[in-house]
């Protein structure tokens, strides 16, 4: 194998060709990113940027002569727009090829986004370009409506509210949140917003962005309610980034399709947000947009390609964690399509602790104002597949 060819420069790509460097892998890896700029993280977007705390040169994930040293063939601000799999090349915007002998998909996601948001004032948040537009607008005196109550929502209901911005979050659910952490969950964070002035509605949806001379004015929602608004944020969700590979016979569902060692073919691996893997210790495919896994995922990725005789399954005990006002949000496993959510600990708009099952089986803990290891040693349960009689009785509550 004397080519690498690593699609996607953000968490994942970097970390798989970082992988590889440490494995004494010497041979030529070509890092492509449609972006501009040197890998950079983007957990902070929604927090530390939005708020003015990070100026954009601390989001970058390595010193330049870190990623320099790597020996990589880096391609910066060239996007994929093609894969030839017989040829093993893929396409590059530019016109130009990039050849390789085994090929790793790092191409993350992009918002979805809504009918209308080509408005002045309307906003998606994946980049920094992304962070720092809508940075500009958070001023005491205006009005964000924020579409969609996910994490990323959320964070930024909780950011801007911090930078005296009124805002209104808007859920089509029941519950903000309650798709990735479930009702309970979803109901604990609701009252830390509600408590911080959040205009928070629930089981609501956008019927039109409204705007004169090309410039939002307004939200109308589906219950017929006008919201006056200076600007939106539309936070919906994400689409996987697997339109380049339209064609080229790999399976694409929700994300690139992987079996269990997150190979989609015999010379092609999935990374990050974009890979849709079989989890065996789980027993189901997932994808997570969730910036450990994606680490974790290189590391896992790099050793398979480069001793293929001695693969290992990627079997994570995922995990993700969230900042919202002063509350931290912990939770390990696979927290969606639960049976059941028992809450073993909960204090209004303080503390949380819910413990998640399966089957018979505990698959996820999520802890809300506790302290890390409080959610840790619940980790090695999940991990074990331990029964959830067993893990109810076993495990401590902070």
């Known amino acids: 194998m004397n080519r690498i060819v690593v699609v996607g420069a953000s968490a994942g790509g970097l970390a798989t060709a970082e992988a ?6 010497e041979d030529a890896i070509t890092l492509v990113g449609d972006e501009p700029y040197a890998p950079y ?5 929604s927090k530390q940027v939005l708020k003015g705390d990070w100026q954009p040169d601390r989001l970058a994930l390595r010193p330049a002569a870190d990623i320099d040293a790597l020996g990589l063939d880096l391609r ?5 727009i093609g894969l030839d799999r017989n040829s093993r090349q893929v396409h590059l915007a ?19 986004r809504l009918r209308g948001d080509g408005v002045s004032g309307v906003h998606v948040l994946r980049t920094v370009e992304d962070a720092l537009a809508l940075k500009e607008r958070l001023r005491p005196d205006r009005r964000l409506v924020i579409v969609g109550g996910g994490f ?5 209901a909780a950011t801007a509210r911090a930078l005296g911005v009124a805002v209104t979050l808007l859920e ?12 309970e969950a979803g109901r604990f964070l609701t009252r830390i917003h509600l408590a911080h002035g959040v205009d928070v509605r629930t089981d609501t949806s956008v019927h039109e962005i409204q705007s004169s001379s090309g410039r939002l004015t307004g939200v109308l929602l589906s219950d017929g309610s006008l919201l006056p608004a200076d600007d939106v944020l539309v936070a919906i969700g994400s689409l996987p980034n697997t339109e380049w590979l339209d064609g080229s016979g790999l399976d694409l569902q929700d994300g690139l399709l992987c079996d269990q060692y997150c190979a989609a073919a015999s010379d092609i691996y999935g990374v ?6 079989h989890n065996p210790l789980f027993g189901t495919p997932m994808r997570i947009e ?7 995922q290189a590391m896992a990725v790099a050793r398979n390609l480069l001793t293929p005789d001695q693969r290992r399954p990627f079997a994570p005990v995922p995990y993700f964690w969230s900042d919202q006002y002063d509350v931290k949000i912990h939770a390990y496993g696979h927290l969606r399509g639960y049976d059941e959510a028992l809450v073993l600990k909960s204090e209004t708009a303080q503390r949380l602790l819910v413990a998640y099952r399966k089957g018979e089986r505990l698959t996820g803990v999520l802890a809300a104002g506790l302290p890390p290891k409080a959610v840790r040693a619940w980790r090695s349960l999940v991990a074990a597949g331990t029964a959830w009689t067993e893990a109810v009785i076993a495990a401590p509550v902070a």
């Open 20 to 25: 590889l460097r440490r494995s004494r892998y």
């Open 41 to 45: 993280d983007r957990p902070p977007l």
């Open 76 to 80: 910066l601000g060239a996007t994929a």
């Open 94 to 112: 530019d016109g130009s090829r990039a050849p390789y002998d085994a090929l790793v998909v790092a191409t993350g996601v992009r918002p979805r």
């Open 152 to 156: 990323i929502g959320a964070e930024v």
């Open 172 to 183: 089509a659910g029941t519950v903000p949140m309650g798709q990735a952490v479930g009702d």
């Open 272 to 277: 990050g947000d974009v890979a849709r893997w």
């Open 290 to 296: 969730h910036r450990t896994n994606a680490a974790e």
